[in-house]
């Protein structure tokens, strides 16, 4: 019984840990998606190395403060020198993260082969993290047991950018839709930036020690991309985006149970099966609404055509077999099933009838044909 209680505490907090981190990363991804810098949050997760290593030194040793403060300071530098290359006018954005993050992180690599090549740094731990051991990484205050270390941090750290993003809403869509417009009602787009890269720096580090740096970035980039793709409202996509990380975070750890998997890389799959169900389904931008669409734009400038073509030719009685269903595919070069389809649904939006054999036109498709008719003349 101990052990079926124990094993459920620990699932619970894994999915907490989990569900914590996606929110948290959530709220900023949104923002960072719609300014085109989702790469930022890759290049931070990897840039943090020296100033984990510079925390290691000063602590001599792991410390949890020491650790947090280098790896922060580390994505500080990291925002400040994208900006200072972009700002240079002659390097674009993902070019600017593209030299700054590949520097860090190998000055970080240098300086651990320097000083600590003894230190076992291991890989798997920084690319996936620790998720599955949130459970028994535990804070003491005076020595009271207050729980999983994770799940302080990441409440605190969602709690600070729920704050943050509520606080500030207007003053981040200004500065992310409009910077002109922000500048001239007063707000300073460049400090609202700046203060809006602090936070993903400080939320990158806190979820990177939990969750580690494939899951950072997939729960900061990919929910917010998947709410994109479903609705053109903002605070509609923050919801979006919240919910589909924190679902992602729980399908992921059942997943991960069922099939004795990595719980990180079913998270971090989870969220890219939310993010492809998006793009097939979403009502507005998803590729199978769009199909249907382009479908029926090509139907309606089929039924134009059709009634286009019996109006030239309706009065011509010795042209009276332009008229025939069965000559209509062979003069507009539709293929049978086309013609059919088109023709059917002219007959169901009540723009032709058949009588005979042939096709007359209604009042409504006569119409038609003579607006069409002088569109394309204008047009010509």
Known sequence: MTNERFDMSASLAIILTGVLVATACALLGVFLVLRRMAMLADAISHAILPGIVAGYFLAQGPNLLAGFAGASLAAVITVALVEALQNTRRVGGESAIGIVFPAMFALGTFLVSKYFANVHLDTDAVLYGNIEFAAFDVLFVNDVNLGPQSLWVMGALCIINLLFV????????????????????????????????????????????????ILVVAFMIVPAATAYLLTDDLSRMIVLAVVAGAASAVAGFFIALALDASVAGAMATMTGAFFLLALLFSPSHGLVAKARRLQRQRMRVAMENLVVHLFNHEHQAYEEHEAEVAHLSSELRWQPGFARQVIGMAKRAQLVQQANGHLMLTGTGRELAQRASALRDGEG
């Open 166 to 213: 509520g606080l500030f809403f207007k003053e981040l869509k200004l500065a992310t839709f409009d910077p002109g417009l922000a500048a001239a009602l007063g707000f300073s787009p460049v400090l609202i930036h700046y203060a809006l890269m602090a936070v993903v720096s400080i939320t990158t580090v806190g979820a990177f020690t939990a969750v580690g740096a």
